[in-house]
């Protein structure tokens, strides 16, 4: 088994060097993942018996209540409001095509539906990226998030086939998607409302509190 430290520098210095070819030649990847469009499809269930009060427990490592959500996650469950029918129906789309392209190694399409490029310059680092890039520019963009997409292919294709969203809350220009993978925790995402629509706020979701 690779160490997880030598994995971790190995999708670094990848990344380095395929912006290196786009500042030297112009004429980098576009980022598609050719090599990683295997077909994966999921119904993003709505839901289903994964509600409140369902479960003793959710798993999240500090059991402190009996029922199916601890008390530290009320911030996330009761954020603004819940979804009308227009934004749930959007963002639920959202959702589908950036993990369709994430399962699919496509950056280009990723960061075409993420909250602005600067967002992997920012965070790409915590997932095992490069710490920073400059002058982050949609070809770069492109790049470094068709290898995170690589890097985590089969932790992005688990939670595809097995996406459940359990809640859509908005609270003004923001949103939070609270989904569940069919077992363990509870885990969300971030959206923003933008003009052009709803985009991604997180590269990946996040596990709950």
């Known amino acids: 088994m690779v160490h997880p430290l030598i994995r971790h520098l190995f999708v670094i210095s990848t990344i380095v060097l395929l912006l290196f070819g786009i500042a030297g030649c112009g004429d980098a990847s576009d980022g598609s993942g050719s090599k990683h469009n295997a077909a994966?499809?999921?119904?993003?269930r709505s839901g289903s018996k994964h509600t409140a009060g369902s479960f003793s427990k959710d798993g999240d490592e500090d059991a402190d209540g009996t029922t199916y959500f601890d008390s530290d996650d009320q911030?996330?469950?009761?954020?603004?409001?819940?979804?009308d029918p227009a934004d749930r129906g959007a963002i639920t789309s959202?959702?589908?095509?950036y993990?369709?392209?994430?399962?699919?190694?496509?950056?280009?399409?990723?960061?075409?539906?993420?909250?602005?490029?600067?967002?992997?310059?920012?965070?790409?680092?915590?997932?095992?990226?490069?710490?920073?890039?400059?002058?982050m520019s949609a070809k770069k963009c492109a790049v470094v998030l068709s290898e995170l997409?690589?890097?985590?292919?089969r932790e992005l294709l688990d939670h595809f086939?097995?996406?459940?969203?359990?809640?859509?809350?908005?609270?003004?220009?923001?949103?939070?998607?609270?989904?569940?993978?069919?077992e363990g925790p509870e885990h969300r995402m971030l959206v923003r409302r933008e003009p052009e629509g709803w985009r991604i706020g997180l590269?990946?979701?996040?596990?709950?509190p």
Request: net charge positive; charged share 15%.
């Open 161 to 182: 086939t097995k996406l459940t969203l359990v809640s859509i809350r908005i609270a003004a220009l923001s949103g939070s998607v609270l989904m569940w993978f069919g």
């Open 203 to 208: 590269l990946f979701d996040e596990r709950m």
């Open 94 to 97: 959202l959702i589908r095509r």
């Open 149 to 153: 997409f690589r890097s985590h292919h």
């Open 99 to 135: 993990y369709t392209a994430a399962v699919a190694g496509n950056g280009a399409k990723g960061c075409a539906l993420i909250y602005g490029y600067e967002l992997v310059a920012r965070t790409a680092d915590e997932y095992g990226g490069p710490p920073s890039v400059p002058n």
């Open 40 to 44: 994966a499809t999921s119904s993003i």
């Open 75 to 83: 911030s996330v469950r009761y954020d603004g409001q819940l979804a």
